[in-house]
């Protein structure tokens, strides 16, 4: 188990949840932050410090955003595990949901 990052996160550009987190699992795509699962250690710093109530321990996500525990997976499909992302930088690329993402939609 892990935590994730869902739909809140889509556009926004506040990153303390990068900076809170002690083992540099928290990776940047170019909508929204992504949780590397076998990397994150669970100790839900990130959790709190996130002023969109976007980051959920796994077991807690929300029933509407659950497909946010597999888009956070599937986005390191590609990268596997860099062991953090201070080395390899923002992504420039999103989960092909995440890309196609329509916030006005989601009010």
């Given amino acids: 188990m892990a935590y994730v990052i869902t739909n809140a996160c889509i556009d926004e550009t ?30 839900g710093r990130c959790e709190p410090v996130c002023p969109v ?29 860099p062991g953090g992302a201070r080395k390899v930088g923002p992504r420039g690329s999103d989960h092909p949901v995440v890309a196609a993402w329509d916030k006005a939609a989601e009010r």
């Fill in 14 to 43: 506040d990153k303390s949840c990068i900076e809170e987190c002690p083992v540099d699992c928290i990776y940047e795509g170019d909508r929204m932050m992504y949780i590397q699962p076998d990397e994150c250690v669970e100790c």
């Fill in 53 to 81: 109530i976007s980051i959920f321990h796994e077991e807690d996500v929300p029933e509407e955003r659950r497909a946010f525990v597999e888009i956070n997976r599937e986005f390191f499909a590609e990268i596997g595990s």
